[in-house]
């Protein structure tokens, strides 16, 4: 991708492509099980019928988060850009009453932990906990809506924010804008301003950076006079130093290592 713009797309596109594609298998915790199945398959991406244990959807649908992250790039470009008000109304919009993520599976607005065992894979859209908090908050008018979720939605939802503000100094606080309007910890900010970087490196140089993306953003988390340095930088930078150290290690060994599902 030879242009900004391209990359800038592509890193959107790729994005919404992959979650799209893994959907039917998302959420697989047994994952020898898993392994099992798809042991024979030639192509597992949107796979058919669904092997998801916890919603079936239709193949080809967005997870609760790839539909997060359309809504957010759907709201940049009717806005101009970060419009916190406008994006909780209309997250509100997509995800509240009235939608098809409201159904008698998913209808009341409690904690994870309260969510009385049904049989699963339901057969709708899954409502996940930092949405179902959000809805209750933001329905009661709390000023802050966001609750300590710490999942990696964050990283799925800063890649919009970082297209469009890539290279410009405000891109970091647009991203916590967007961020903490759902997931509001100093953990989720700490990664979600990793990737950014990571991200923003790549779509400003281009694929050619290669190892020079993470050499660039370790240094950046480094330097005392950083743009909005967090208190958990450290231990990100020391974690990404022990995932680079397996990078001949297969992708499969490291995750796991990781304990990353």
Not at 24 to 42: C, Q
Not at 56 to 83: A, P, W
Request: aromatic letters at 8%.
């Amino acid at each position: 991708m030879a242009t900004l713009e391209e990359r800038k797309i592509g890193a959107i596109v790729g994005a919404l492509v992959a979650d799209a594609a893994a959907q039917p298998i998302h959420w697989n915790y047994k994952t020898a099980d898993l392994d099992d199945f798809l042991r024979d398959k030639e192509e597992i991406a949107f796979l058919e019928p669904s092997r998801n244990p916890f919603y079936c959807i239709q193949t080809g649908k967005h997870s609760c988060y790839g539909d997060q992250s359309v809504n957010i790039l759907r709201s940049l470009v009717e806005n101009g850009g970060v419009n916190i008000e406008k994006l909780k109304k209309s997250t509100y919009e997509l995800f509240g009453p009235n939608t098809e993520y409201e159904n008698e599976d998913n209808a009341t607005y409690k904690d994870k932990s309260d969510v009385v065992k049904k049989v699963y894979p339901i057969k709708s859209k899954w409502r996940h906990a930092g949405i179902k908090s959000f809805l209750k908050n933001y329905k009661e008018g709390a000023e802050v809506t966001g609750i300590e979720d710490n999942q990696m939605d964050c990283v799925l939802n800063m890649v919009s924010v970082v297209a469009l503000y890539a290279g410009r100094p405000e891109m970091l606080d647009k991203v916590e804008e967007v961020i903490t309007m759902t997931q509001n910890s100093d953990i989720n900010v700490a990664v979600a301003f990793t990737a950014a970087r990571l991200l923003e490196y790549y779509i400003l140089h281009g694929k050619m950076a290669g190892v020079q993306a993470l050499n660039s953003v370790l240094e950046t988390m480094g330097n005392p006079k950083r743009q909005n340095p967090q208190d958990l930088d450290r231990g990100m930078i020391n974690y990404m130093k022990k995932v680079i150290e397996e990078k001949e290690t297969d992708h499969i060994s490291v995750a796991r290592k990781f304990n990353i599902s």
